[in-house]
């Protein structure tokens, strides 16, 4: 199985809203990630779990909130976002910086 | 520094060869990998090939990396017109957690 099951595939939400992303794999990594993605460009990393504690974020607003509540799950919570946050969202898993396996996506509209 | 480039766009008839080409920086990557990604989905990773090795052939695909001149391209045999996406190459990069990505290849097979 190396597959990255994520939820849910389309969300359309109001910029006062608060909404989540989840992700889920069952591989046994300990390395877990979060991208974002615009439309005809490279997947840009935001968020990067390793052994369910962060390790790296890159920047990233704080309308944008990452949680690890175990090894298999990966959450992105979404709050009072703009426009120009919509996107493909996207979560990946590796074992360690190894080969990484990367889910079908959240496709994020922000009205 | 770390770099990925890529050609934007690349056409071939059905039945032919598509070779798709990516150059890389970063000296230190582990893995290199190609993913494909169709429109509306997440990425698929179609295949890697530890920095080490120099060649690696999986059915149709055939990759061939040049550490030397950080050279990385995809030989795909009999291209069918389910093979119309966007490639991207990636590199890891060794003692973290990033992956980098090229600008990615639209690959366009006419019938």
């Known amino acids: 199985d190396t597959e990255v099951t994520q939820t849910p595939k389309h969300l359309v939400m109001g910029m006062t809203n608060k909404k989540s992303l989840k992700c889920e794999q069952h591989?046994?990594?300990?390395?877990m990630y979060w991208y974002k993605q615009k439309a005809k460009k490279p997947p840009e990393l935001m968020f990067v779990?390793?052994?369910?504690?962060?390790?790296i974020n890159e920047s990233v607003p704080s309308r944008f909130s990452p949680e690890c509540p175990n090894s298999s799950l990966l959450n992105l919570h979404l709050h009072a976002l703009q426009p120009e946050d919509s996107a493909l969202y996207l979560c990946a898993s590796s074992q360690d910086g190894g080969v990484a396996f990367f889910g079908q996506g959240t496709r994020l509209t922000v009205v | 520094g770390e770099d990925v480039e890529q050609s934007l766009f690349l056409s071939v008839r059905e039945g032919d060869s598509s070779v798709i080409n990516c150059t890389y920086t970063?000296?230190?990557?582990?893995?290199l990998y190609w993913y494909k990604q169709e429109p509306g989905a997440g990425l698929q990773l179609l295949t890697y090939?530890?920095?080490?090795?120099d060649m690696k052939q999986d059915q149709r695909l055939t990759v061939l990396l040049n550490k030397k001149d950080k050279h990385l391209s995809l030989r795909i045999a009999d291209t069918q017109t389910g093979d119309s996406a966007i490639y991207f190459c990636a590199e890891s990069i060794e003692g973290t957690y990033k992956y980098i990505f090229g600008t990615g290849t639209r690959l366009k097979v006419l019938a």
């Open positions: 970063d000296s230190s990557s582990t893995y």
């Open positions: 591989m046994g990594h300990r390395a």
């Open positions: 779990y390793s052994y369910e504690k962060l390790s």
């Open positions: 090939i530890f920095s080490n090795m």
